[in-house]
């Protein structure tokens, strides 16, 4: 059983680590079960956001607008993370963003991980609904939903109250223990200078403000966005 980790959440765009954004990282260490530090910091997606995500998370543009880019802030967060476990609810969608993010900037990221969604379903079968947010009515821990830091402390306590429910059950240690962390992705770079002119002559042709910041696109992003584009403005030129 492990009580020195860091809780982590990240709240985002959309569910997707290849296509979406981060726009904010919450991480609560916890040191021989109590919460010893806090990281806190939105992030600038270079994107407008959502209305979906806007009423989930109550994050506005204006939250994010000033926010440091994820590559500024990369070194403070690995300096706060260091070589300790990190711990989390459904945890490879939250480090699945943050190995993209790393990755991008050429940078190692490799961390070994507990998740109390899997502890959940081996150890409370009974319990139909193992969302952070019933768990947390279930053992009555205070949780601020779909925000970062509230959803990182809370998944840190449910796990201390998980493993109290566990008591003596010694064939249910197993689920606890922290294991590698496996996520591939695949490598991007920024947009192309060619690209970027490209998608400005695009913007400027078809009287386009686009709801993303053409200097921040990878390359995979900005040919989404001018092939996007050139069928859109195909298929309604062959309706005229």
Do not use: W
Not at 100 to 120: C, M, N, V
């Amino acid at each position: 059983m492990i009580n020195t980790y860091i809780a982590i959440d990240l709240e985002t765009t959309g569910l997707s680590a290849k296509l979406d954004k981060i726009i904010e990282i919450g991480a609560v260490k916890f040191t021989e079960g109590e919460e010893t530090a806090v990281f806190s910091s939105y992030v600038n997606p270079g994107i407008r956001l959502p209305e979906r995500i806007i009423e989930l998370t109550g994050i506005t543009d204006a939250d994010v607008e000033d926010a440091p880019d994820m590559e500024d802030l990369l070194e403070e967060l690995d300096a706060f993370l260091g070589e300790e476990i990190l711990l989390g609810h459904n945890l490879l969608f939250d480090y699945s963003f943050l190995k993209r993010a790393f990755s991008y900037q050429k940078r190692k990221f490799e961390k070994t991980g507990i998740d109390t969604l899997k502890i959940a379903r081996a150890c409370l079968p009974q319990t139909e609904h193992k969302g952070l947010g019933d768990l947390c009515a279930l053992y009555n821990i205070p949780l601020r939903a779909h925000r970062a830091v509230g959803d990182a402390r809370a998944a840190g306590l449910l796990y201390q109250r998980l493993m109290e429910n566990v008591g003596e059950k010694k064939e249910l240690e197993k689920y606890f223990e922290p294991k590698p962390l496996i996520c591939q992705v695949r490598k991007d770079s920024p947009a192309t200078a060619p690209q970027k002119g490209l998608l400005h002559k695009l913007h400027r042709q078809y009287g386009i403000v686009p709801e993303y910041d053409v200097e921040k696109l990878t390359k995979s992003e900005a040919s989404r966005h001018i092939d996007r584009i050139l069928s859109e403005h195909k298929a309604v030129m062959d309706r005229q």
